[in-house]
């Protein structure tokens, strides 16, 4: 029988495995450089530890963080590959992070599944989790899209004033940065089914985790501005990933004071032209909080199609 131990992460030995197993979880494609890079910005909150056989051999790992600015907070993520389940690696990994005398005391443990996977969500609920959000994605044939009947929108929006511009074209100047915090942070907390989380502690939290990452593409920061009393508007953030063959569409977001006017639509569209002219992309992904119907059904009408998403579950201490 198999002897399975448990061992930290080791960076140059695991991360190309534990790359491949994190593009599985999320979807998304991870590097092992990528990784490297992420694991030394957040290191200092990370605890993670992976499942060997009695030859050495990977067979599942957890990756946990303890949030950055919400005490008593902490999210994770638990794989084992298919092939090796039903033997007791998730349940002896699981039982691991949860002993860690932090993580026993913990406000809130948080932990994303995939939607399509009954199996996951059945484990994380056994062990006292609940869906706290339903996150789903969807994508758009770049070559198809007929980007043409939006242009008597963004050309109206532009009589009226709104002047459609980047953050590249901005100089990216750290004023610049600090509009742009401000409406990512106000826009994206007042999204529906977000429960008015925000996503960074501080400008300088904002700047450090996106403006210097390496998926920040000033270009691809497409904001709009309202130049007759120099309020910005909205925005649409897209970027394409290190190893994927599609653009990303990571967030777009309209003040709440400017909704309803069609800004939604016409500054993703200027993403979207972004996307295929610059970033060379034949295709585009986003992901949508399901209860955020005013941006999905802009999404519809663009036609993008569902895809498979995630579960945001949380076990409540």
Not at 135 to 163: C, H, K, S, V
Not at 206 to 233: H, L, M, R
């Amino acid at each position: 029988m198999t002897t399975i131990t448990m061992r930290p992460v080791e960076p140059d030995k695991d991360f190309g495995q534990l790359a491949a197993w994190f593009t599985s979880i999320e979807d998304e494609a991870s590097t092992e450089t990528s990784l490297k890079e992420y694991y030394q910005r957040v290191q200092e909150r990370v605890t993670a530890q992976v499942a060997v056989d009695d030859v050495g051999a990977l067979e599942g790992f957890y990756w946990l963080s303890r949030h950055k600015f919400e005490a008593g907070r902490f999210d994770f993520s638990l794989f084992v590959p298919p092939e090796r389940r039903g033997q007791g690696i998730g349940r002896r990994l699981y039982a691991e992070l949860s002993a860690i005398p932090e993580v026993a005391q913990a406000k809130r443990l948080r932990v994303s599944v995939r939607d399509d996977s009954p199996a996951d969500r059945a484990f994380a609920e056994r062990r006292g989790f609940h869906i706290l959000r339903h996150q789903f994605m969807m994508g758009l044939n770049l070559d198809t899209f007929d980007d043409q009947p939006y242009e008597a929108i963004i050309a109206r929006l532009e009589g009226e004033g709104f002047q459609f511009t980047s953050m590249g074209a901005l100089g990216n100047t750290e004023e610049a940065q600090r509009k742009l915090y401000a409406l990512n942070d106000s826009t994206s907390a007042s999204t529906p089914g977000t429960g008015g989380e925000h996503s960074w502690e501080s400008f300088e939290d904002f700047q450090k985790s996106v403006c210097q990452s390496d998926w920040y593409k000033p270009d691809g920061q497409i904001v709009v501005i309202d130049t007759t009393i120099g309020e910005w508007a909205a925005m649409s953030a897209i970027t394409r990933l290190e190893g994927n063959d599609y653009a990303y569409n990571l967030f777009t977001g309209v003040d709440e004071r400017y909704r309803g006017r069609k800004l939604g639509q016409a500054v993703k569209v200027t993403a979207l032209r972004f996307a295929r002219q610059t970033l060379g992309a034949h295709q585009v992904r986003t992901h949508h909080n399901i209860k955020n119907l005013p941006m999905i059904a802009i999404d519809n009408k663009l036609g993008y199609v569902p895809m498979p998403g995630t579960y945001l579950m949380e076990k409540v201490g």
